[in-house]
């Protein structure tokens, strides 16, 4: 036992522990987490340009909510431009909204089987949306009548 100083006797420092052993992994790690991280903030960026685009060009300019209707949105997405810009939107702002729905599940579903339902839940909703959405807007036809 050493000594200090003034005479006392030191406390024993214990050994340290042995190291854990990892399980073996049989998968390839991916950086799944990593994209979908990116994708927030890439997409979160797209999304305020979109929006707010669409929110002034629909809401602002030229008149205001009052010109809106079926022909003008008949108009409107003649233009594959327009049709382009409402997709995209839909498809970011669904997939956004889903991404950080499934950082909720994983963060406060305690149980496997409860997250995996939650999320098989959130994508085929997910899935549902986009596609009447996406429906939608490529059958749009202005000449019902």
Known sequence: MATTIDGAAAPAIEAPRSPQRRPVRTKARTNFELYAWLFMRVSGILLVFLVLGHLFIMNILDGGVQRIGF??????????????????????????GSNGLRTVINDYAERPQTRFWLKMLLY????????????????FDPNIS
Not at 81 to 95: C, G, H, I, K, S
Request: proline share 2%; glycine share 8%.
């Open 124 to 139: 085929v909703s997910a899935f549902l949306v986009i596609s009447l959405g996406s429906l939608v807007i490529f059958t």
């Open 71 to 96: 022909g003008f949105v008949a108009g409107r997405w003649a233009s594959p431009f327009w049709r382009t810009w409402d997709l995209l939107m839909l498809v970011l702002a669904e997939l956004h």
